[in-house]
């Protein structure tokens, strides 16, 4: 069984670059290559799941698109529920939601009502933090449910965008660090 460094660096190669998407200039970093490698896929989990194994998460919420194949798994490691939260127009019934801004463009996350109980200890799950504006919307949208986050979690940390600068009092946990834009 490989160690923790080791398990990083799989992930880490696991994961392509592709120049000049979603615009010129802009190094966008695939996470979806990790689930062509299963050994990849599985350490993100594996690693993941050590990492909040005890810190009572009662729900994993994971962000459309890539948080909530990172997330599902997730979630069913902790034995905690999962919630996705999704783009505008993609869920049936109530929903609450935040606007954010990204790297390109604003947008809005919702969840359902109700789906985070008032009390309830949540961690957020992205594919990876840039500016931060999609994790400080999840950070707000649990909060205006009455949940606790607990922490953050990314596969992916691109810190020359300082992301964490917008999410100041949530924990953030990543596993690799990319550079370039």
């Known amino acids: 069984m490989a160690d923790v460094e080791a398990k990083k660096e799989i992930i880490k190669n696991a994961i392509r670059g592709i120049p000049d998407f979603p615009h010129k200039g802009i190094l966008f970093w695939d996470v979806t290559t990790i689930m062509l490698n299963h050994q990849a896929f599985q350490y993100t ?8 194994k005890d810190k009572k998460i009662d729900v ?3 962000f459309e698109a890539r948080g909530l194949i990172f997330g599902a798994p997730l979630a069913l490691a902790l034995k905690a ?7 505008p127009g ?17 947008d809005k996350i919702e969840m359902h009502v109700g789906a985070i ?22 950070i707000n949208l649990v909060k205006k449910a009455g949940g606790v986050v ?5 596969v992916i940390e691109l810190p020359f965008l300082k992301g964490r600068d917008k999410i100041t009092g949530t924990d953030l946990f990543v596993l690799v660090e990319k550079e370039g834009l």
């Open 150 to 154: 607990v922490e953050a979690a990314c």
């Open 90 to 106: 993609k869920l049936p019934g109530d929903k609450i939601s935040e606007e954010y801004k990204t790297e390109y463009s604003t």
């Open 45 to 52: 989990i594996d690693l993941f799941a050590e990492h909040y």
């Open 60 to 62: 994993v919420a994971g």
């Open 81 to 87: 529920a999962f919630v996705p939260l999704r783009k």
């Open 117 to 138: 109980q008032p009390g309830q200890r949540v961690l957020l799950v992205d594919d990876l933090i840039a500016t931060g504006g999609t994790l400080a919307a999840g």
